[in-house]
């Protein structure tokens, strides 16, 4: 059943919201707006708030239900291995030629679902840096590398999950950690100079 619930978390995170949900309101194809990405951040782009916000929920709630169902299915590793899935799921969808989004809303989910206090925790320091930054990578970088921390003060079953979860961030991330570093990477809304 292990494997059954790796499998079900791969096929619930790769869905892709942001592109079901911008083609349905009539505004194409997200891959060929801002950044070319599938998640949140990029829908927002569009300027409809309200599809980037039914966008990071519906992505947050696939990483929550991969390690539910993973939980129902297998118990406490089978729960890890169905959000660690969904959100490999997100980042590299079958479908979509393997090309999905960043999976910070994915993340969340699972981290909510895996232990609400580290959840918590890492969205309180994305808050803090999204307001001082106003730039979403630096505030999901920020937030998944201070997960682990959370996980072992608050929740520290949790810490190895939380710890893949970061790690698969960070890579997903890379692009945006050299334009970070070059002083080039976009703020929240607005359209980024060149894929990625």
């Not at 292990?2 to 911008?22: D, E, H, M, W």
């Not at 969808?93 to 909510?112: E, I, N, Y």
């Amino acid at each position: 059943m292990i494997a059954v619930a790796a499998a079900l978390g791969y096929l619930l995170g790769s869905i892709p919201f942001g592109l079901l949900l911008t083609r349905a309101a009539g505004l194409g194809d997200i891959r060929r707006i801002g950044s070319g990405n599938i998640g949140a951040t990029n829908v927002l782009r569009t300027g409809r708030k309200g599809i980037a916000a039914a966008t990071l929920l519906l992505d947050a709630a696939k990483g929550t239900a991969g390690l539910l169902l993973g939980g129902w299915l297998a118990g406490p590793g089978g729960a890890a291995l169905g959000g660690l899935f969904a959100v490999l799921g997100h980042l590299f969808p079958a479908w979509l030629r393997f090309r999905g989004g960043k999976g910070a809303a994915t993340g969340f989910g699972v981290l909510f679902a895996a232990a609400w206090p580290v959840g918590l925790g890492a969205g309180a320091v994305w808050l803090c840096v999204a307001r001082l930054t106003r730039i979403s990578s630096a505030s999901a970088l920020a937030a998944f590398l201070t997960a682990p921390l959370w996980a072992l003060a608050l929740a520290p079953r949790v810490v190895w999950l939380a710890l893949a979860v970061a790690l698969l961030i960070v890579l997903r991330h890379q692009g945006n950690i050299r334009r970070l570093l070059a002083g080039t990477e976009p703020r929240i809304g607005r359209k980024p100079a060149e894929p990625g």
